[in-house]
């Protein structure tokens, strides 16, 4: 709870001091891994079995739609009727999902079969990362412990983006072309049913409405929408580093390579995101938003015209450092731009937006690599940042808290009088 908060200088030991935190935590960190090895594994076991990396990007980008679209539904029901009701059935649907995947990319089985499973694949896919996001939501309320909790699930996000590609991607080159799939599916099981049984740390269920807590649709608030779309710039970049990282280094003869630059990219979006969960920010959000982007939009310019693996390296860890400070910035948006009771939901419709984003890059980045050379992949990143970041900067307004939140203690008072006064200057500079 807020009252709990001793101090306003925030920090991740204060952080995971807080009560009940680890028995959701270490559960969580475990079921979120299948979530980065569900697009690597498709890609690298269709590509294996039908030798298209555009048939792969387009299998992908229907799981990722799918997600997109029906994760959002699971957010809602989640609000309402609870995070262990919606979870242990999609979890089931999932497993089962990937398993009949397996079967038919195996089997050769034509494009229209492949695709027909791998939208009820990713519509199951666990959203555990947006649960979890709602769990710290409802334990800090107005705390200015939540850009910590952020930055923390952030770098959570990011670490699973280390680990899980390079683990789908030794396994399906080392082992076999379907074993980082068969290991999503396994963990996903375990994982999500070991997630769902911390029932004491769930939050509260919304099932009718009240005056104090009236019950809306994420989706209806402009800021929402608006972060929605930054987001899917972000899913096309990791989709276009995905897809064009295993197109160049299998043209060049060193598939094994993938997942080491892979993690050299995730793994700088990590640091960034450590960093950024320590800082007592004096900006206000919503500017920092439109920095972060704006820097994520520069690094992906280059990246198309590199083809020096230790150069590209280098890049690739630009960009992730790029990535972390948008992501953080957008998440903690929630908490002051969404009602408690479509938190879940707006979670989920920006980790969505992500998977979307990430679907639809790896389907065009596929193409240009099958047509243009693998390079040319990389442009599908810098187009997606730059295309989202003039909607950004045209609708920067909608991104500005109307009220400033009531934060318990002398100390959260004085932390959200300075976001306070930087959201009014930045009210001030949209309205000009």
């Avoid at 969580?28 to 079995?49: D, E, H, K, N, W």
């Avoid at 800090?140 to 983006?161: I, K, N, Q, R, Y």
């Avoid at 590609?165 to 049913?193: D, F, M, Y």
């Avoid at 040319?376 to 187009?383: D, T």
């Amino acid at each position: 709870m807020a009252s709990a908060v001793k101090d306003s200088r925030p920090g991740y030991g204060q952080l995971l001091r807080t009560p009940g935190a680890w028995t959701f935590l270490l559960p969580g960190f475990l079921a979120r891994q299948p979530f980065a090895m569900l697009t690597i594994g498709i890609v690298l076991l269709v590509q294996s079995t039908t030798g298209s990396y555009g048939t792969a990007g387009a299998v992908s980008a229907a799981t990722g739609v799918s997600m997109a679209l029906f994760a959002p539904q699971g957010g809602k029901l989640a609000d309402r009727f609870g995070q262990r009701a919606v979870l242990i059935p999609g979890v089931l649907v999932h497993v089962a999902g990937v398993s009949a995947l397996i079967v038919l990319a195996l089997a050769h089985a034509p494009l229209w079969a492949l695709l027909a499973v791998a939208v009820p694949t990713g519509a199951s896919t666990p959203q555990v990362g947006p649960m979890v996001r709602a769990r710290w939501a409802a334990k800090l309320g107005g705390s200015p412990l939540m850009p910590t909790a952020a930055a923390f699930e952030s770098v959570t996000d990011e670490f699973t983006f280390v680990v899980g590609p390079v683990l789908a991607t030794a396994l399906c080159t080392g082992v076999h072309p379907a074993a980082g799939l068969i290991a999503e599916a396994v963990l996903s099981l375990a994982g999500g049913l070991l997630f769902a049984s911390q029932r004491r740390t769930q939050p509260p269920v919304h099932r009718g409405q009240s005056d104090d807590s009236p019950r809306v649709s994420a989706l209806s608030l402009p800021g929402v929408r608006v972060l929605i779309v930054a987001f899917l710039g972000i899913g096309s970049v990791f989709g276009g580093m995905q897809v064009s990282l295993t197109a160049l280094t299998e043209h060049i003869g060193q598939p094994g390579i993938n997942g080491v630059l892979y993690g050299i990219f995730a793994g700088g979006n990590m640091l960034a995101g450590i960093a950024c969960g320590t800082i007592a920010w004096k900006v206000g959000p919503s500017r920092r938003l439109l920095v972060a982007y704006g820097l994520l939009a520069l690094a992906t310019t280059p990246l198309w015209a590199v083809t020096a693996i230790p150069l590209l390296g280098a890049l690739g860890l630009v960009v992730g450092l790029c990535i972390a400070p948008a992501l953080i910035t957008g998440y903690t948006l929630v908490e002051s731009l969404v009602p408690a009771t479509a938190r879940t939901e707006a979670f989920t419709w920006l980790t969505g937006a992500v998977a979307l984003g990430q679907a639809v890059a790896a389907t065009s980045a596929g193409q240009l690599a099958d047509r243009f050379g693998p390079s040319s992949g990389f442009l599908v990143p810098l187009a997606g940042t730059a295309l989202a970041l003039v909607v950004l900067l045209t609708l920067r307004a909608h991104l500005v808290p109307r009220s400033s939140k009531v934060v318990t203690g002398a100390a959260g008072a004085a932390g959200t009088a300075t976001d306070t006064a930087a959201d009014e200057r930045e009210r001030e500079l949209s309205a000009a």
